[in-house]
């Protein structure tokens, strides 16, 4: 009750009262030109790209300093609000998701970015059309994620499956090899895949893959891929849920420890392979293939999400700040995205190579082709309601994978409370 | 004469109730800026329409008339209700318990004393990870123990919807018996020895004793403890948020993390605020007839 609202409001009143006084206490402009900006960003030791962005940007724009403004991950979105209420004035926010972005933009707490957004191609930049609220973008991508099926190649090897299997895997096809896949019994046991507890692994799918909207209440759609899910825990070849959920099981360990051989996952987890392949911390060899399809007609359709920078409405520094956004989505910050191991908004065939020249990154004919998806559907669309929609969407969805309720009740459950409760 | 006497008086009087004023405000500032302000914002804030960011618009009673309409309140309210319900009372009786008899001159008496008190100061995201360990439907000891003794299905605990709240319960009582039991004994040293050789000599035994001295000259404590114990369960938060999240489902969601959710997470402070002053009203009400009903047992 009010124990959690005091802290908040005594947050945001002491962030005010220490930004007031940092505001006028700062030195801006020193003399010899040189200027400061901070980026708001999260946990700067693990995420390659951003130091990666920020070294980049400042050798071209040696009369800027970067200052990053590290934020835990999980509490990023609450923190980022918090600052902003408290009239923070940090130049540059990361919009981490682009839900956060539309709640942040239609308050009108970013600087409006349209004439920056309309110069950028949105053939090239797939992400950037999320950014769209009413014709004007309030933040340029430099980001893009999307889903692939990561699979380990020496599992794959020892049961004497072909890599090239993978290339033009159905659903169908998915469940029949990640089941002969499956070994062991107990602690030894290794499952032929394995899909991580979040509901955007089974309900994303199906809506990017059917054209079903998440938003839209109506969920009939998400039937084939919940069905064959439910069959997959049902037999043993994915761990269950419950199992995942309440031991807090991380995929990284799953797969970068051999105990599951196929598993979908966003393009962001090939720069956590890369990094701890490169430290030492795991010696599996993987490799990456397009996320199954439901028909095995050769088009690829998955989900992803972009990232984009934007610019504090409350920034002074705000041509330093709005320079440094540009640079980011631009070939060049591209360019120093990709070779930190990261997927970024702009594609190119020049950065696709710089991408697969990493040493590491699996560079067959599977993983390229798993790269030129012919379409990334946005992994929840953005209205005032999503974040509304996605909690019941998530609290069904755990009832649904835990057995506590039927598919089918499951589904009606949501329908209905999507229905009455959002509005 | 008596006149030049009672002036000093009042002048001595005058003087200290300044001085006592003067000792309390470090304290009562502190609870003025921390506490109270932000009560009364919160209480204003529930009329409102507010995002934290935006001017804030007045929307009247909206608020709360969309609270009796919304199907996840009803839900964390029985839900609040259901814990505060399981904890409270098995939590009065451990604690009450183990403080009898830890209090006897028993051999490493210090010892259980001090065990029993550590998970209230263990980290509770350490305390959550474990008991998730311990509960976990397949591998956790717990079930495992209950297939060796001849269960079949043992309960899912934090991924069945029947269970999870019991699940939360048992954790919450283990993690807060051990201050509880602090308080007991510290109540037990209070009551006189001769009452209980009295009794002794009449011939009472140790049930009698128990019931006709002890829990008698503890009521007092248990007032306290009572009341104290009230406040924290309908105030739950961080252990269901580690535990469970309010999971499965909304099986174990409970009216503070609506008000999290609704208000840190949404940005719906006006919301957010109209929910906790409900729980606010819930809880001042209990509060107030236990006090009733101690005045009344004391007459």
Partial sequence: MKRHLVPTLAAAAALALLTACGGSGSSDQPADGAQTIKVALWNYATTPEFKAIIDGFQQANPTIKVEPVDILADDYAEKVTTMLAGGDTTDVLTMKNVIDYSRFGTRGQLLPLTDEAKKLDPAKYSGLSAYDLEGKYFALPYRQDFWVLYYNKALLKQAGVEESKLQNLTWDGYATLAKSLTKGDGGTKVYGAYQHTWRSVVEATAAAQTGGDLLSGDYGFFKDQYSMTLDLQKNGTLMPWATASSQKVTYNTMFSTGKAVLMPMGTWYASTLLADTKSGKTKVEWGMAPLPQRASDGKVTTFGSPTAFAVNKNSKHSDAAKKFVEWASSEAGAMAVAKAGVTPALTSQQILDTYFALPGVPNGEVAKQAFKPDKVVLEMPVSDKSSDVDQILTEEHELIMTGEKSLDDGLAEMSKRVKSEVR | ?299
Avoid at chain 2, 18 to 24: A, D, E, N, R
Avoid at chain 2, 25 to 45: D, K, Q, R, Y
Avoid at chain 2, 188 to 207: F, K, R, S
Avoid at chain 2, 237 to 260: A, C, H, K, N, W
């Fill in chain 2, 1 to 299: 004469m008596a006149t030049t006497l009672s002036a000093a008086g009042t002048g001595r009087r005058r003087s200290s109730t300044w001085i006592g004023w003067s000792f309390i405000l470090p304290n009562f500032l502190g609870f003025a800026a921390l506490t109270l302000v932000p009560v009364i914002a919160a209480l204003a804030l529930s009329f409102l329409d507010w995002d934290s960011y935006s001017t804030p618009r007045w929307v009247g009673l909206d608020n709360f008339e969309r609270m009796i309409h919304n199907d996840t309140f009803w839900t964390a309210l029985k839900n609040t209700a259901y814990y505060a319900i399981g904890h409270v009372p098995l939590t009065l009786c451990a604690a009450l318990g183990f403080a009898v008899l830890l209090n006897q001159k028993l051999r490493g008496a210090r010892f259980f004393r001090t065990a029993l008190f550590f998970p209230y100061i263990t980290s509770l995201v350490a305390v959550a990870v474990v008991w998730n360990m311990l509960l976990s439907p397949d591998l956790g000891p717990v079930n495992q123990f209950l297939r060796a003794i001849g269960i079949d299905s043992p309960p899912g605990w934090t991924t069945s919807t029947t269970w999870a709240m019991p699940a939360v319960i048992v954790a919450s009582v283990w993690r807060d018996l051990g201050y509880y039991m602090i308080l007991y004994l510290a109540g037990l040293q209070t009551i006189p020895a001769e009452l209980y050789e009295a009794a002794e000599v009449d011939g009472a035994n140790g049930w009698q004793r128990f019931w006709s001295i002890t829990v008698p000259s503890l009521r007092p404590t248990t007032f306290f403890v009572l009341i104290m114990l009230t406040i924290s369960s309908f105030k739950v938060f961080d252990l269901i948020q580690v535990m469970t999240e309010g999971g499965p489902g909304r099986s174990t969601l409970v009216l503070s993390q609506v008000i999290y959710r609704e208000g840190i997470v949404q940005g719906r402070f006006g919301y957010s605020s109209a929910v906790s002053m409900v729980l606010f009203a819930i809880v001042l009400t209990i509060t107030l007839i236990q006090f009733q009903l101690q005045r009344r047992s004391e007459r």
